[in-house]
């Protein structure tokens, strides 16, 4: 699965390009595999104050799946970044 659907999948507050960090930003797992359900709020708020730039935000996925054992079949750090940052950068 790539970010496209990613980003159809996920439900977002929206962000923007003025805000330099990730603000309360809300997933939901529509049509990907996320396990353990119950560990996506612990991904969102792992999200929170997270810069707003792309290494960083893969870095937070992925040290989040580690510490957490997370799987999402198809889904990518990347695609999660992708994601998160696309409306703010067509707000530009």
Known sequence: ???EAVNRALSRRPLTSLNKFI???FLSAGDFTF??????????ESLEKVPLK???IIERVETFYEEKGVE?????????AITILNPVQTSK
């Open 1 to 3: 699965m790539r970010a």
């Open 23 to 25: 603000e309360p930003y």
């Open 72 to 80: 999402s079949p198809g889904v990518e750090s990347k695609d999660f």
């Open 35 to 44: 396990y353990p359900k119950e560990s996506l709020t612990g991904l969102e």
């Open 54 to 56: 792309e290494d960083q």
